[in-house]
């Protein structure tokens, strides 16, 4: 089993946790989502400016009968 890695957090007063927030709330909308594709892609081992092609065989569409 795994066991957390507790050094990867520390404590602190609200005002200073505040601080260290990856997404703060003045940073535009747009940089943001690039700072979480680029979170992404390093948690996945994806390089960021050559994503994989989607797999687009394993997805299908079907017309429900009634």
């Given amino acids: 089993m795994y066991k957390m890695d507790k050094t990867a957090f520390k404590k602190g007063k609200q005002e200073d946790l505040e601080k260290d927030k990856v997404f703060a709330a ?11 594709w680029f979170l992404t892609c390093a948690a996945y081992g994806i390089d960021p400016l050559n994503p ?15």
């Fill in 26 to 36: 003045d940073v535009p909308l747009g940089e943001r989502l690039q700072q979480s």
């Fill in 52 to 66: 994989p092609k989607m797999v687009k065989e394993l997805t299908g569409i079907r017309k429900h009968e009634r």
